[in-house]
Nanobody, 127 residues
Framework: QVQLVESGGGLVQAGGSLRLSCAAS????????MGWFRQAPGKEREVVAA????????YSADSVKGRFTISRDNAKNAAYLQINKLKPEDTAVYYC????????????????????WGQGTQVTVSS
């Protein structure tokens, strides 16, 4: 069982930056791949980025490449999403999520593959 708690959201002007954090419980954090998702009002939840348990494999959605960076610190049981050059269209609730990943399995990006979810943190970007 993994419990996830996000923090770091807020109101920021376009062009600004935020760093979202996700604190995870449990002693087997490295066995879980982590993902960041977002959901804007009236839209489906979409993947933003994902990272393997070791941190060696990462994925970023095309819409955020070059602006968003996912990372993790396994010693702290934490994952992060650095968000730069924010745009109004980045406004959404951001969620971190986790699933237990087998060594040979691909890094999943569909929200249906993730078993554990945080409560979300709101990011609002003003123009």
């Amino acid at each position: 069982q993994v419990q996830l708690v996000e923090s770091g959201g807020g109101l920021v002007q376009a062009g600004g930056s935020l760093r979202l954090s996700c604190a995870a419980s449990g002693r087997t954090f490295t066995m879980y791949a982590m993902g960041w998702f977002r959901q804007a009002p009236g839209k489906e939840r979409e993947v933003v980025a994902a990272i393997s348990g070791s941190g060696r494999s990462t994925y970023s959605a095309d819409s955020v490449k070059g602006r968003f960076t996912i990372s993790r610190d396994n010693a702290k049981n934490a994952a992060y999403l650095q968000i730069n050059k924010l745009k109004p269209e980045d406004t959404a609730v951001y969620y971190c999520a986790a699933y237990r990943r087998l060594n040979s399995a691909p890094l999943y990006v569909s929200p249906n593959r993730y078993d554990y979810w945080g409560q979300g943190t709101q990011v609002t970007v003003s123009s």
